[in-house]
């Protein structure tokens, strides 16, 4: 099968314009992907069949500059169920710390408990919890290169979800 002289020619513009069209569309995707401004990364929580994303409540640079504040997560969590959290490598791949808050309901008693994780330890956390105890709410926190008077480095990223 011999294709006639024009029949070539109109496939050559019709692939030509198709070509075209396909390198308009991948730079105009490029542009708007290359200027879209970085998200701030968030944390996903789970309990009883309902999962949220968290926003840090604080973000700064290492120096505490340029920070950032967002609303509080929230998501219920009765006491005896666990809170569960997949956490993104902006965490994970750096010393990172858990603080946790109880609350006895019968004597209105609050308790702290926390946990530092070097880099790359866990990128999935669950979160206990007791009949007993109602957990009140959690903070993941990233340190920052500033100390405070005990020379504890301040936290310059907190996402933090209140579950009472």
Known sequence: M????????????????????????????????DSAEPGLPSLTAYARGETVAVEPAQYCNLYLEDCVENPIGELDVPAGYPLQLSLPAEITD??????TVYGDMQ??????????????????????????????????????????????????????????
Request: glycine share 6%.
């Open 107 to 164: 004597t209105g008693q609050t308790y702290v408990d926390g946990a530092m994780f070097e880099a790359g330890a866990r990128r999935a956390l669950t979160v206990p919890s007791d009949p007993d105890l109602q957990l009140l709410g959690i903070e993941i926190q990233l340190p920052s290169a500033v100390v405070d008077e005990a020379g504890e480095p301040i936290a310059h990223a907190v996402w933090a979800i209140k579950t009472f």
């Open 94 to 99: 750096a010393p990172w710390r858990i603080i």
């Open 2 to 33: 011999t294709l006639q002289a024009r029949t070539k020619k109109t496939l050559a513009l019709v692939l030509a314009a198709l070509v075209i069209v396909v390198a308009g569309v991948a730079a105009t995707v490029w542009k708007l992907v």
